[in-house]
Protein backbone atom coordinates (compact mmCIF):
# COMPACT_ATOMS: atom_id res chain seq x y z
CA UNK A 1 0.00 0.00 0.00
CA UNK A 2 2.93 2.35 0.87
CA UNK A 3 4.79 2.04 -2.91
CA UNK A 4 1.33 2.24 -4.70
CA UNK A 5 0.40 5.70 -2.25
CA UNK A 6 4.00 7.35 -3.14
CA UNK A 7 4.12 6.28 -6.86
CA UNK A 8 0.09 8.05 -7.14
CA UNK A 9 1.78 11.08 -5.39
CA UNK A 10 4.46 11.14 -8.31
CA UNK A 11 2.11 10.86 -11.10
CA UNK A 12 -0.54 13.17 -9.79
CA UNK A 13 1.85 15.96 -9.31
CA UNK A 14 1.63 16.06 -13.09
CA UNK A 15 -2.11 16.11 -13.44
CA UNK A 16 -2.96 17.38 -16.46
CA UNK A 17 -7.07 16.74 -16.24
CA UNK A 18 -7.36 18.57 -19.94
CA UNK A 19 -5.55 15.71 -21.73
CA UNK A 20 -7.53 12.88 -20.35
CA UNK A 21 -7.74 9.67 -22.77
CA UNK A 22 -9.58 7.15 -21.22
CA UNK A 23 -10.14 4.83 -24.26
CA UNK A 24 -6.44 3.92 -23.37
CA UNK A 25 -7.65 2.42 -20.13
CA UNK A 26 -10.09 1.03 -21.59
CA UNK A 27 -7.68 -0.91 -23.95
CA UNK A 28 -5.62 -1.99 -20.77
CA UNK A 29 -8.52 -3.15 -18.53
CA UNK A 30 -9.88 -4.96 -21.66
CA UNK A 31 -6.24 -6.69 -22.27
CA UNK A 32 -6.67 -7.65 -18.88
CA UNK A 33 -10.11 -9.30 -19.24
CA UNK A 34 -9.37 -10.96 -22.75
CA UNK A 35 -6.62 -12.70 -20.93
CA UNK A 36 -8.21 -14.08 -17.92
CA UNK A 37 -6.41 -11.56 -15.39
CA UNK A 38 -8.74 -9.35 -14.49
CA UNK A 39 -13.07 -9.43 -13.73
CA UNK A 40 -14.15 -6.06 -12.38
CA UNK A 41 -15.51 -2.66 -12.53
CA UNK A 42 -13.44 0.53 -11.62
CA UNK A 43 -15.36 3.95 -11.13
CA UNK A 44 -13.54 7.08 -11.56
CA UNK A 45 -15.06 10.54 -10.09
CA UNK A 46 -13.52 13.88 -10.55
CA UNK A 47 -14.51 16.97 -8.44
CA UNK A 48 -17.38 14.26 -6.75
CA UNK A 49 -18.89 13.58 -10.25
CA UNK A 50 -18.57 10.16 -12.18
CA UNK A 51 -16.28 10.49 -15.25
CA UNK A 52 -15.59 6.29 -16.10
CA UNK A 53 -17.25 3.34 -15.46
CA UNK A 54 -16.12 0.26 -16.40
CA UNK A 55 -17.73 -3.66 -15.84
CA UNK A 56 -15.20 -6.73 -17.13
CA UNK A 57 -15.87 -10.27 -16.85
CA UNK A 58 -18.24 -12.34 -15.28
CA UNK A 59 -20.14 -12.08 -12.35
CA UNK A 60 -20.89 -15.97 -12.42
CA UNK A 61 -19.56 -18.23 -14.88
CA UNK A 62 -22.08 -21.07 -14.92
CA UNK A 63 -25.15 -18.57 -15.07
CA UNK A 64 -23.62 -17.04 -17.76
CA UNK A 65 -23.86 -13.54 -15.69
CA UNK A 66 -21.98 -10.68 -16.75
CA UNK A 67 -20.78 -8.14 -14.06
CA UNK A 68 -22.30 -4.29 -14.65
CA UNK A 69 -22.08 -1.18 -13.12
CA UNK A 70 -24.35 -2.29 -10.77
CA UNK A 71 -22.70 -5.49 -9.58
CA UNK A 72 -21.99 -6.26 -5.95
CA UNK A 73 -18.67 -7.08 -4.71
CA UNK A 74 -17.40 -8.37 -1.07
CA UNK A 75 -14.83 -5.91 -0.38
CA UNK A 76 -12.80 -7.32 2.13
CA UNK A 77 -10.79 -4.85 4.58
CA UNK A 78 -12.65 -1.68 2.65
CA UNK A 79 -15.02 -2.48 4.75
CA UNK A 80 -13.01 -1.00 8.34
CA UNK A 81 -12.96 2.80 6.80
CA UNK A 82 -16.68 2.28 7.27
CA UNK A 83 -16.25 0.95 10.38
CA UNK A 84 -13.91 3.68 11.31
CA UNK A 85 -16.87 6.39 9.95
CA UNK A 86 -19.04 4.63 12.35
CA UNK A 87 -16.79 5.16 15.78
CA UNK A 88 -16.25 8.73 14.83
CA UNK A 89 -19.50 9.17 14.55
CA UNK A 90 -20.36 7.89 17.96
CA UNK A 91 -17.60 9.99 18.64
CA UNK A 92 -19.17 13.48 17.58
CA UNK A 93 -22.14 11.99 19.62
CA UNK A 94 -20.36 11.87 22.63
CA UNK A 95 -21.05 8.87 23.16
CA UNK A 96 -17.55 7.42 23.63
CA UNK A 97 -13.91 8.46 23.09
CA UNK A 98 -10.60 7.75 21.26
CA UNK A 99 -9.20 6.75 25.48
CA UNK A 100 -11.84 4.90 26.22
CA UNK A 101 -10.42 1.46 27.46
CA UNK A 102 -12.03 -1.46 25.74
CA UNK A 103 -12.23 -2.96 29.04
CA UNK A 104 -16.00 -1.53 29.20
CA UNK A 105 -16.85 -4.01 26.61
CA UNK A 106 -14.72 -6.69 26.78
CA UNK A 107 -13.19 -6.99 30.36
CA UNK A 108 -12.08 -10.83 29.72
CA UNK A 109 -9.26 -9.43 26.46
CA UNK A 110 -6.12 -9.63 27.73
CA UNK A 111 -4.87 -6.21 29.05
CA UNK A 112 -8.05 -4.39 28.07
CA UNK A 113 -7.77 -1.86 30.40
CA UNK A 114 -4.42 -0.33 28.31
CA UNK A 115 -6.34 -1.08 25.14
CA UNK A 116 -8.55 2.01 23.28
CA UNK A 117 -10.60 2.62 21.13
CA UNK A 118 -7.89 4.56 19.61
CA UNK A 119 -5.55 1.42 19.43
CA UNK A 120 -8.04 -0.64 17.64
CA UNK A 121 -8.69 1.84 15.10
CA UNK A 122 -4.53 2.93 14.44
CA UNK A 123 -3.86 -1.01 14.46
CA UNK A 124 -1.38 -0.59 17.52
CA UNK A 125 -3.46 -2.44 19.94
CA UNK A 126 -0.95 -5.65 20.15
CA UNK A 127 -3.77 -7.72 19.56
CA UNK A 128 -2.99 -10.91 17.53
CA UNK A 129 -4.81 -11.07 14.15
CA UNK A 130 -7.19 -13.57 14.60
CA UNK A 131 -7.48 -14.69 10.70
CA UNK A 132 -4.16 -16.20 11.47
CA UNK A 133 -5.35 -18.42 13.65
CA UNK A 134 -4.15 -21.93 13.31
CA UNK A 135 -7.61 -23.14 12.21
CA UNK A 136 -8.77 -19.98 10.59
CA UNK A 137 -9.25 -21.58 7.19
CA UNK A 138 -11.55 -24.24 8.86
CA UNK A 139 -13.70 -22.24 10.78
CA UNK A 140 -13.67 -19.04 8.00
CA UNK A 141 -16.82 -20.63 6.17
CA UNK A 142 -18.69 -21.21 9.59
CA UNK A 143 -21.03 -19.31 11.47
CA UNK A 144 -19.42 -17.52 14.60
CA UNK A 145 -21.23 -15.94 17.48
CA UNK A 146 -19.91 -12.66 19.06
CA UNK A 147 -18.93 -15.10 21.91
CA UNK A 148 -16.84 -17.77 19.95
CA UNK A 149 -15.40 -15.00 17.99
CA UNK A 150 -14.18 -13.34 21.26
CA UNK A 151 -13.30 -16.65 22.94
CA UNK A 152 -10.61 -17.41 20.34
CA UNK A 153 -9.60 -13.59 20.29
CA UNK A 154 -9.17 -13.75 24.48
CA UNK A 155 -7.17 -17.04 23.79
CA UNK A 156 -4.06 -15.04 22.24
CA UNK A 157 -1.63 -13.22 24.09
CA UNK A 158 -0.47 -9.98 23.11
CA UNK A 159 2.06 -9.46 20.14
CA UNK A 160 3.16 -6.35 22.03
CA UNK A 161 2.22 -3.26 24.88
CA UNK A 162 -0.65 -1.47 23.39
CA UNK A 163 0.88 1.97 22.04
CA UNK A 164 4.22 0.84 21.56
CA UNK A 165 3.90 0.00 17.59
CA UNK A 166 1.68 -0.56 14.51
CA UNK A 167 0.78 -3.96 13.46
CA UNK A 168 -1.88 -4.54 11.21
CA UNK A 169 -4.78 -7.12 12.53
CA UNK A 170 -8.49 -7.89 11.96
CA UNK A 171 -9.23 -8.62 14.99
CA UNK A 172 -9.38 -4.56 15.84
CA UNK A 173 -12.02 -3.92 13.49
CA UNK A 174 -14.15 -7.05 14.63
CA UNK A 175 -14.39 -5.78 17.98
CA UNK A 176 -14.91 -1.94 16.73
CA UNK A 177 -18.12 -3.49 14.97
CA UNK A 178 -19.10 -5.24 18.45
CA UNK A 179 -18.09 -1.77 20.24
CA UNK A 180 -21.15 -0.39 17.87
CA UNK A 181 -23.60 -2.74 17.84
CA UNK A 182 -23.23 -1.99 21.81
CA UNK A 183 -23.87 1.77 21.75
CA UNK A 184 -26.41 1.45 19.51
CA UNK A 185 -28.12 -1.53 20.21
CA UNK A 186 -28.69 -2.80 17.09
CA UNK A 187 -26.74 -5.20 14.33
CA UNK A 188 -24.07 -3.92 12.42
CA UNK A 189 -25.77 -4.24 9.46
CA UNK A 190 -28.49 -2.36 11.06
CA UNK A 191 -26.11 0.69 12.12
CA UNK A 192 -24.47 0.49 8.94
CA UNK A 193 -28.07 1.41 6.90
CA UNK A 194 -28.98 4.34 9.29
CA UNK A 195 -25.44 5.82 9.92
CA UNK A 196 -24.25 5.87 6.39
CA UNK A 197 -26.10 4.25 3.43
CA UNK A 198 -29.71 6.18 4.03
CA UNK A 199 -27.61 8.76 4.99
CA UNK A 200 -25.68 9.40 1.67
CA UNK A 201 -28.21 7.16 -0.49
CA UNK A 202 -25.99 4.63 -1.22
CA UNK A 203 -27.45 1.75 -3.27
CA UNK A 204 -25.70 -1.27 -3.58
CA UNK A 205 -23.81 -1.54 0.08
CA UNK A 206 -24.81 -3.25 2.90
CA UNK A 207 -23.67 -6.15 5.04
CA UNK A 208 -23.16 -9.73 2.88
CA UNK A 209 -24.72 -12.90 3.53
CA UNK A 210 -24.63 -15.92 1.25
CA UNK A 211 -23.95 -14.59 -2.17
CA UNK A 212 -27.23 -14.25 -3.83
CA UNK A 213 -27.32 -13.85 -7.85
CA UNK A 214 -30.72 -12.41 -8.01
CA UNK A 215 -29.37 -9.34 -6.14
CA UNK A 216 -26.90 -8.69 -8.70
CA UNK A 217 -24.22 -10.04 -5.75
CA UNK A 218 -20.65 -12.18 -7.55
CA UNK A 219 -19.34 -15.16 -6.86
CA UNK A 220 -15.38 -14.56 -6.64
CA UNK A 221 -12.62 -16.66 -8.58
CA UNK A 222 -8.70 -17.30 -8.79
CA UNK A 223 -7.18 -18.14 -12.47
CA UNK A 224 -5.66 -21.95 -11.92
CA UNK A 225 -3.45 -22.91 -14.78
CA UNK A 226 -5.29 -20.53 -16.86
CA UNK A 227 -8.93 -21.10 -15.80
CA UNK A 228 -11.52 -19.33 -13.35
CA UNK A 229 -11.84 -21.60 -10.52
CA UNK A 230 -14.96 -20.57 -8.30
CA UNK A 231 -14.02 -19.77 -4.47
CA UNK A 232 -15.91 -20.80 -1.10
CA UNK A 233 -17.79 -18.03 0.82
CA UNK A 234 -16.37 -16.86 3.92
CA UNK A 235 -19.24 -16.71 6.72
CA UNK A 236 -19.70 -13.00 6.92
CA UNK A 237 -20.37 -12.88 10.35
CA UNK A 238 -16.52 -13.82 11.28
CA UNK A 239 -15.30 -10.56 9.39
CA UNK A 240 -17.57 -8.57 10.49
CA UNK A 241 -16.67 -4.60 11.11
CA UNK A 242 -13.60 -6.01 9.46
CA UNK A 243 -14.67 -7.44 6.65
CA UNK A 244 -18.14 -8.21 5.79
CA UNK A 245 -19.49 -5.25 3.37
CA UNK A 246 -20.78 -5.59 0.16
CA UNK A 247 -20.55 -2.47 -1.97
CA UNK A 248 -19.84 -2.03 -6.22
CA UNK A 249 -17.36 0.72 -6.92
CA UNK A 250 -19.72 3.44 -7.52
CA UNK A 251 -20.97 3.45 -4.06
CA UNK A 252 -17.41 3.20 -3.07
CA UNK A 253 -16.47 6.27 -4.75
CA UNK A 254 -19.90 8.12 -3.65
CA UNK A 255 -18.61 6.97 -0.03
CA UNK A 256 -15.03 8.34 0.30
CA UNK A 257 -16.76 12.15 -1.38
CA UNK A 258 -19.09 11.73 1.01
CA UNK A 259 -16.26 11.16 3.90
CA UNK A 260 -13.68 13.44 2.49
CA UNK A 261 -17.09 16.03 1.92
CA UNK A 262 -17.95 16.56 5.41
CA UNK A 263 -21.36 14.73 5.22
CA UNK A 264 -20.67 11.61 7.79
CA UNK A 265 -18.41 13.15 10.41
CA UNK A 266 -17.47 16.88 11.93
CA UNK A 267 -14.47 18.13 10.40
CA UNK A 268 -12.35 17.02 13.51
CA UNK A 269 -13.41 13.80 13.41
CA UNK A 270 -12.42 13.60 9.88
CA UNK A 271 -8.60 15.72 10.90
CA UNK A 272 -8.68 12.82 13.89
CA UNK A 273 -9.03 9.77 11.23
CA UNK A 274 -6.50 10.98 9.22
CA UNK A 275 -4.39 11.40 11.84
CA UNK A 276 -1.09 8.70 10.98
CA UNK A 277 0.98 7.44 14.26
CA UNK A 278 3.65 5.87 11.77
CA UNK A 279 3.18 8.21 8.86
CA UNK A 280 1.05 5.48 7.11
CA UNK A 281 -1.71 3.83 8.78
CA UNK A 282 -4.71 6.64 10.28
CA UNK A 283 -7.87 5.48 12.14
CA UNK A 284 -9.20 3.03 9.46
CA UNK A 285 -7.11 4.65 5.91
CA UNK A 286 -3.92 4.46 4.48
CA UNK A 287 -2.17 7.44 3.78
CA UNK A 288 1.26 9.02 2.27
CA UNK A 289 2.61 12.42 1.34
CA UNK A 290 4.80 13.37 -1.04
CA UNK A 291 5.90 16.89 -3.02
CA UNK A 292 2.85 18.57 -0.66
CA UNK A 293 0.23 16.09 -1.65
CA UNK A 294 -1.33 13.57 0.43
CA UNK A 295 -3.13 10.54 -0.87
CA UNK A 296 -5.57 8.48 1.11
CA UNK A 297 -6.93 4.99 0.38
CA UNK A 298 -8.05 1.96 1.86
CA UNK A 299 -7.73 -1.87 0.46
CA UNK A 300 -9.27 -5.09 0.91
CA UNK A 301 -9.42 -9.48 -0.26
CA UNK A 302 -11.85 -11.97 0.63
CA UNK A 303 -12.03 -15.15 -1.07
CA UNK A 304 -11.02 -14.53 -4.40
CA UNK A 305 -12.26 -10.53 -4.46
CA UNK A 306 -10.05 -7.74 -4.41
CA UNK A 307 -10.65 -4.09 -3.87
CA UNK A 308 -9.43 -0.94 -3.58
CA UNK A 309 -10.25 2.65 -3.02
CA UNK A 310 -8.13 5.79 -3.62
CA UNK A 311 -8.62 9.77 -3.02
CA UNK A 312 -6.39 12.62 -3.83
CA UNK A 313 -8.17 15.46 -2.25
CA UNK A 314 -5.79 18.22 -3.93
CA UNK A 315 -7.66 17.11 -6.98
CA UNK A 316 -10.32 15.59 -5.76
CA UNK A 317 -10.02 12.67 -7.83
CA UNK A 318 -11.67 9.24 -6.38
CA UNK A 319 -10.65 5.70 -7.73
CA UNK A 320 -12.52 2.75 -6.61
CA UNK A 321 -11.36 -1.32 -7.95
CA UNK A 322 -13.71 -4.13 -7.36
CA UNK A 323 -12.87 -7.59 -8.23
CA UNK A 324 -14.33 -10.77 -8.01
CA UNK A 325 -11.28 -12.26 -10.47
CA UNK A 326 -7.58 -11.17 -10.43
CA UNK A 327 -4.46 -12.38 -11.66
CA UNK A 328 -2.41 -9.60 -11.82
CA UNK A 329 -1.18 -6.81 -9.60
CA UNK A 330 -3.77 -4.39 -8.27
CA UNK A 331 -1.50 -1.73 -7.21
CA UNK A 332 -0.07 -1.43 -11.23
CA UNK A 333 -4.13 -1.14 -12.34
CA UNK A 334 -4.73 2.14 -10.23
CA UNK A 335 -1.67 3.57 -11.47
CA UNK A 336 -1.94 3.19 -14.63
CA UNK A 337 -5.65 5.08 -14.35
CA UNK A 338 -3.75 7.49 -12.63
CA UNK A 339 -1.36 8.00 -15.55
CA UNK A 340 -4.19 8.02 -17.89
CA UNK A 341 -5.82 10.95 -16.09
CA UNK A 342 -2.15 12.68 -15.60
CA UNK A 343 -2.26 12.64 -19.65
CA UNK A 344 0.82 9.59 -19.65
CA UNK A 345 0.96 7.23 -21.97
CA UNK A 346 0.60 3.41 -20.23
CA UNK A 347 2.46 0.28 -20.92
CA UNK A 348 -0.36 -2.32 -22.55
CA UNK A 349 0.65 -5.32 -21.24
CA UNK A 350 1.38 -8.64 -23.70
CA UNK A 351 0.90 -12.12 -22.55
CA UNK A 352 1.70 -15.73 -23.77
Not at 107 to 127: D, M, Q, R, W, Y
Request: proline share 2%; charged share 20%.
Amino acid sequence: MKRLLIVVVMIVNTLNLNAQDLKHLDEFLEVLENNDKLMATMTITKDNVEIYNKALGNADFESKIYNTSDTKFRIGSVTKSFTAVMIFQLIDEGKIKLNTPISLYFPEINKASEITVGHLLNHSSGLFNITNDKNFEDWMIKESSQKIMLDRIKSYELDFNPGTTTAYSNTNYILLGYIIEAIDKSLYAESLKTRIIDRINLKNTYVGNKIGLRSSESHSYINVEGQWRKQQETDMSNPGGAGAIVSSSSDLTQFMNALFSGKLISDKSLELMKKTNDGETCHGLFYAKTNGVDIYASEGGIDGFQSMLVHVPAYNITIALTANGLDYSKVNIMLSAFKVLSGQPIEIPTFN
